[in-house]
């Protein structure tokens, strides 16, 4: 089958210069591949110990493999979406190649003449890495900066960079830095000097000692159970504040979505919440939580969770578990779609293998298509094909009272209706009612008030002992029912708890 690459021109398009620094600073001339390349991973690796170099911008190939099944166009999006990755990280794509092949080489990755022909290409336009779009394992990565004479990396290092740059609270650095580890740990080498024996022993009889890859992996594994210990201590204090939402008895609503969808800006339109917002893929990686009220007057509590994207690194899955509790103990979860994306239904089926992944697959969702302010079309169409979604735009605010209502119907389907009698005397049962529930209907009877209102399982529950048919809400034949996660229902009617 045919193969082929693309060249770009050169970024600033000027002229490189005689050294071919192309105005970045001096680097050693071309020829000795141990330093020609300064990327920032690997045996060639960068002086800021990054894993993109950011002393200069780094001139970047990209390469992709094309399976069977995939056809031209996915993979022409992938390979754009890692563009965007790129260049979130501080580099230049320059070139990009992509090899058509029934499965990856193990070995290399791509085959051995496409490794002498990318070689070729990477001198042509003097790139410092070549980036792939799937992840290598470790001897592939070696064998290729073998091949190459460059710094090989994938999009798993360029996503764990870019998370590196962006974490500012204290728990997502130690999140960052933990799944980084777990990244480099088995892709630890040394060459030359760096894998000799320092000698052990007492005296005069001193043993071959241990290899300084060896302290190097010690290293990092003290460093990688400090950070986990860390987290432990952080989980604690989240768990803390969850609790003391819980007891609030106030709903919790998470948004969630592909990268660069909307997330924050929706946060900040609901809720004015002033979350950092920019047009570049993982802005924000720290969940922010704010009050906002549904249209019934209910308050709820909303939070901004971290973007997914397609092929999101396993290292962040699990680093990030703790931060993404929030998603999995929501009670509902607003979808947020990029409406003008290339392609909004592989952006909603990555966002949902994720949340799959951390065990928020049952949570019930609501799509929310943003953007129709600029793709009005796409977000009709999409509506029109996901029933029970809404159409929105986060930014001009068109769109977000229906979502606040799609919000509040979900979440009222979420409980049970339950008829309660409460003595005159009970003042205070009355007030608890308003304040845990949506009372629907209160009336005065012959001892006291007939009150009609929607409880979840825990506040039916409490005011079992009021309720007109006497029964506990756990029991059977009761007009309450426990809601179970597996059968929540997200929209009244026959609706299913996750848009088709």
Request: hydrophobic share 35%; aromatic share 4%; proline share 5%.
């Amino acid at each position: 089958m045919p193969e082929r690459h693309w060249g770009h021109d050169h970024p600033t398009g000027g002229e490189r210069d005689d050294e071919g620094t192309g105005g970045r600073g001096d680097r050693p001339p071309t020829g000795d591949p141990d330093t020609s390349h300064r990327g920032g991973f690997g045996d060639y690796g960068g002086e800021s110990g990054g894993l993109i170099e950011r002393t200069f911008r780094e001139r970047i190939v990209v390469v992709g493999v094309q399976r069977p099944g995939v056809d031209d166009e996915e993979v022409e999006r992938s390979l754009d979406e890692l563009e965007q990755l790129v260049d979130t990280a501080g580099a230049d794509v320059v070139a990009r190649m992509v090899q058509r092949r029934d499965a990856p080489e193990p070995a290399t990755y791509i085959g051995k003449g496409k490794a002498g022909e990318l070689r070729r290409l990477s001198d042509e336009v003097d790139a410092d890495t070549v980036v792939f779009d799937d992840e290598l394992t470790p001897a592939q990565q070696f064998n290729l900066e073998r091949l190459l004479g460059r710094t090989a990396i994938d999009r798993t290092a360029v996503i764990l960079d870019i998370f590196g740059q962006n974490a500012s609270s204290q728990e997502g650095k130690a999140q960052v830095q933990l799944a980084q580890y777990r990244y480099r740990l088995p892709r630890l080498r040394g060459k030359g000097r760096s894998l000799s024996q320092q000698a052990g022993g007492i005296g005069a009889r001193r043993g071959p000692g241990e290899t300084q890859l060896e302290v190097d992996r010690r290293r990092i594994l003290r460093r990688m159970h400090k950070l986990e210990a860390d987290l432990r201590a952080i989980a604690k204090h989240r768990d803390t504040q969850r609790k003391a939402r819980r007891r609030s008895r106030l709903r919790a609503v998470a948004i969630v979505g592909y990268t660069n969808a909307g997330k924050s800006t929706l946060l900040n339109a609901l809720t004015e919440a002033g979350v950092l917002v920019e047009n570049r893929l993982f802005a924000t990686l720290d969940a922010t939580t704010r009050r906002a009220d549904l249209p019934g007057g209910e308050p709820v509590l909303v939070t901004d969770t971290v973007g997914f994207i397609a092929k999101l690194p396993h290292q962040l899955v699990e680093a990030f578990k703790s931060t993404l509790e929030v998603v999995t103990e929501a009670d509902l979860l607003v979808h947020v779609v990029d409406a003008s994306a290339p392609d909004p239904e592989a952006n909603i089926a990555a966002v949902r293998s994720v949340l799959h992944e951390i065990g928020a697959g049952r949570v019930a969702e609501l799509l929310a298509f943003n953007k129709s302010d600029v793709a009005a079309g796409a977000a009709a169409e999409l509506v029109a094909s996901h029933p029970g979604s809404v159409a929105i735009s986060a930014v001009t605010g068109q769109g977000l009272p229906d979502l606040l209502q799609a919000v509040a119907n979900r979440l009222r389907a979420l409980t049970d209706v339950v008829e309660l009698h409460v003595p005159f005397s009970r003042g205070d049962v009355l007030a608890s009612l308003h304040r845990e529930g949506e009372v629907l209907v209160e009336a005065a009877g012959e001892a006291g008030m007939v009150v009609r209102a929607r409880l979840d399982a825990a506040a039916a529950s409490r005011f079992a002992e009021y309720r007109v048919d006497g029964r506990d809400s756990s029991g059977s034949g009761g007009s309450a029912r426990s809601p179970h996660p597996s059968s929540r229902s997200p929209a009244s009617g026959s609706s299913p708890s996750r848009s088709a």
